[in-house]
């Protein structure tokens, strides 16, 4: 199989249609054994999207992903080259991506997000074992150990605040 973004055989027809498809018939058409691995792209960040997803393909998972496109031209380009796998986000993905997130969920499906500007060095899935509502991986913040003190950090230099989970 190409390593490239788009190397899905599958062919839909005219780009017009991609306006009103909506996230559930994208979940559907990307969904396998109810898994999607969801990212939220913008036109500057595509060649963040195209690494991503080499890597994604070299652990055969390129099926599951599903492109939520921030504007008309990256859902355009997706579903050109890759057809089915990118649906409208509505812009201002970052506000939305709980909202989206939770109709992925109430749809019945269970969901990966990933952020572009990363890549896979191996399949994460092993590591997703038991029954968990939730699962998180940050490769920012320092583990702690159980008794730390439970204040939130001071913002990072990239004004991130940390939340930590209290048991």
Not at 96 to 106: A, C, V
Not at 115 to 128: A, E, H, I, Q, S
Request: aromatic share 14%.
């Amino acid at each position: 199989m190409s390593q490239s973004m788009f190397s899905n055989s599958r062919k839909v027809s005219s780009l017009s249609k991609w306006r009103d498809y909506s996230m559930a018939e994208a979940a559907s058409f990307v969904t396998k054994n109810g898994i999607i691995i969801v990212c939220a792209v913008s036109q500057p960040y595509l060649p963040f999207l195209n690494n991503w997803l080499i890597s994604i393909t070299r652990q055969k998972h390129q099926e599951k992903v599903l492109v939520i496109a921030e504007d008309y031209a990256t859902l355009h380009k997706v579903n050109e080259k890759w057809p089915g796998h990118a649906v409208l986000g509505f812009f201002n993905f970052t506000s939305r991506r709980p909202r989206h997130l939770l109709q992925i969920l109430e749809l019945g499906y269970s969901v990966m997000y990933n952020d572009v500007d990363m890549v896979w060095f191996g399949d994460p899935f092993c590591y997703l074992e038991g029954n968990h509502d939730v699962y998180f991986s940050d490769d920012m913040a320092a583990v702690k150990p159980l008794n730390h003190p439970h204040d939130l950090p001071p913002p990072g230099k990239k004004g991130r605040t940390y939340i930590y989970a209290v048991a």
